[in-house]
């Protein structure tokens, strides 16, 4: 069931595929289905699969990875949007990292305030803070 799933997104038959969403049975299965399409660039689409997602873990994981992907195209609003809905905090962490890489420092600090450790708010800020000490040349 799951590898006809695989087949129809690598065919690029997405709607196939948003149609038979409720026969996938079980989150490990839907996550395999959401990070091909991630994969795949259909991110969109992800979104929904991922939102079917019932253990907390894997959602985040997917919602990260779902995040990521939108930061890498350049649309760090949905990324935001997304980061909101996760409470995994290295999931959190990863985003916030993905997006100081991007040098999207005031969106980082967005994401920073989601996390409840103050370890890795500070590891984070930290981070920020060379970074632009490093482009001042201090």
């Not at 996938?24 to 997602?53: F, T």
């Amino acid at each position: 069931m799951i590898s006809d799933i695989i087949k129809l997104i690598e065919d690029g038959k997405v709607e196939e595929v948003l149609k038979k969403l409720d026969e996938i049975k079980g989150d490990a299965n839907l996550e395999i289905v959401a990070l091909k399409l991630i994969e795949r660039g259909y991110l969109k689409e992800a979104e929904e699969v991922a939102n079917r997602i019932r253990v907390l873990g894997l959602r985040d994981e997917v919602l990260r990875k779902l995040a990521i992907a939108y930061i890498e195209k350049g649309n760090v609003e949905k990324a935001l949007e997304l980061a909101k809905n996760i409470k995994t905090e290295s999931d959190l962490e990863k985003i916030a990292l993905a997006l100081i890489e991007k040098d999207k420092f005031r969106e980082a600090l967005k994401v920073i305030e989601l996390i409840k450790s103050k370890a890795i708010k500070e590891e984070l800020l930290l981070k920020i803070i060379n970074i632009l000490l490093e482009k001042l040349n201090l």
